[in-house]
């Protein structure tokens, strides 16, 4: 039986995530854990790019268990990397702290291979009983005909939707104040606010059930 970790927004939170990895290993005794990170890696908090070389690293040491989707603030990065004007944007988004993660001053100063990681980024991960994505879907269109905007940046109709999407959607993008993540029959949102005092969350999924077995959290 396979046991699935889906962790929400990050935001450079670095010490949190790695309580949190440790907490799912311990979760998974002798198995491997089989992360799906939902994206928003970067930006706001003090360590961007300590969670994007962890978070490499851990890919790389196993390609084929750890998933790391694309978050609509690493879609600002790039955007403001190809496009100058994106840059007041994203800088007014979290960027600034991200620029001084990295010891630069400006987007191009970023080391070439993490924008590159980044652009590789998938925007969702289908196991056949979750969808999984930074923001959501738009509940008018089939899983399979997404656009990739709404992927990363929508909220609404999504949020309020009260049909079945043939998954369970498993999302972030919307951070949850109260620090618990908001479940519902056709969605999960794993947002609970790291950046802003919360902790970050991981949902337990196994193989044989559509809904999560359990949560782990990770407070400073």
Known sequence: MTV???????????????????FCEADAGEHP????????????????RGVVEHLMALQQARPDQVICLMGNHEDMLL???DNGDWKDQWLRNGGLQTLRSYGVADVTGIPKDHLDWLRKLP????DGLRF???????????????DEHDLLWIREPFLSS??????????????????KPDIHFNRLNLDTAAVYGGPLTAAVFTSDHRMPKRFLCSAD
């Open 33 to 48: 854990i089989n992360p799906v990170f939902l994206g928003d890696y970067i930006d706001r908090g003090p360590d961007s």
């Open 132 to 146: 999984f994505t930074h923001a959501g879907i738009h509940p008018d269109r089939a899983l399979d005909r997404q």
């Open 162 to 179: 009260d049909k079945d999407f043939g998954r369970l959607i498993v999302h972030g993008h919307t951070p949850l104040r109260g620090g």
């Open 4 to 22: 699935t970790y889906a962790v929400g927004d990050i935001h450079g939170c670095l010490a949190k995530l790695t309580t949190l990895i440790g």
């Open 79 to 81: 955007t403001a990397a």
């Open 123 to 126: 925007k969702f991960h289908d």
